[in-house]
Antibody, heavy 121, light 111 residues
Framework: EVQLVESGGGLVQPGGSLRLSCVAS????????INWVRQAPGKGLEWLSY????????KYANSVKGRITASRDNPRNSLFLQMSSLTADDSATYYC??????????????WGQGILVTVSS | QSALTQPPSASGSPGQSVTISCAGT?????????VSWYQQHPGKVPKLLIF???KRPSGVPDRFSGSKSGNTASLTVSGLQAEDEADYYC???????????FGTGTKVSVL
């Protein structure tokens, strides 16, 4: 089955760090750009990071730049999001989302089920 | 990095049409033909409806259509059905300064 599965979420204290994983199955991650998107409870979608196929430096949203680092491990068909200096505002469901081939950009045709991150003491 | 502006809500009766606007700037919506629309039902993952302003992925009914004029994109849902009741988000590419940005979201109700 073609899917993305996130893991690594949970409860983290303010100021803490977390590393999310996104594992692809049924297709090769090395052929696709992958994005990270989050959604706070009851709120809208927020784009966080764009990860190039060719290993070029990822793009980040200004709201999280400097606090997140995205990376990929193509042989493991995996993508990672390292987050630090977390605050309550970072509490959200985090999604990895695949960019559709033959699309100029900004078109996510496959989403993971999402992983919940809660920042609280 | 401001979100694109969408109306908070829209509604229509079954069979009617509803149009949702997505207002951006000359740096994002107006600059590129990279505008997408997503549908999200409660508790579900977003689903791609429209990409590159007016293209539909395979499997998306032609009741969903997209367009753009200047700095504003629009999604029209024709022949409203009960299952169209959901949240809808636009997104756009904004160049190097604002790589991708989502809209604020619109809740569509089918009366």
């Amino acid at each position: 089955e073609v899917q993305l599965v996130e893991s690594g979420g949970g409860l983290v204290q303010p100021g803490g760090s977390l590393r999310l994983s996104c594992v692809a199955s049924g297709f090769s991650l090395s052929s696709y750009e992958i994005n990270w998107v989050r959604q706070a409870p009851g709120k809208g979608l927020e784009w966080l990071s764009y990860n190039y196929v060719d290993g070029s430096p990822p793009k980040y949203a200004n709201s999280v730049k400097g606090r997140i680092t995205a990376s990929r491990d193509n042989p493991r068909n995996s993508l990672f999001l390292q987050m630090s200096s977390l605050t309550a505002d970072d509490s959200a469901t985090y999604y990895c989302a695949r960019e559709m081939l033959a699309c100029g950009g900004d078109c996510y045709d496959l989403w993971g089920q999402g992983i919940l991150v809660t920042v609280s003491s | 990095q401001s979100a694109l502006t969408q109306p908070p809500s829209a509604s229509g009766s079954p069979g009617q049409s509803v149009t949702i606007s997505c207002a951006g700037t000359s740096s994002d919506v107006g600059a590129y033909n990279f505008v997408s629309w997503y549908q999200q039902h409660p508790g579900k993952v977003p689903k791609l409806l429209i990409f590159e302003v007016n293209k539909r992925p395979s499997g998306v009914p032609d009741r969903f259509s997209g367009s753009k004029s200047g700095n504003t994109a629009s999604l029209t849902v024709s022949g409203l059905q009960a299952e169209d009741e959901a949240d809808y988000y636009c997104s756009a590419h904004g160049g190097s300064n604002n790589f991708y940005v989502f809209g604020t979201g619109t809740k569509v109700s089918v009366l």
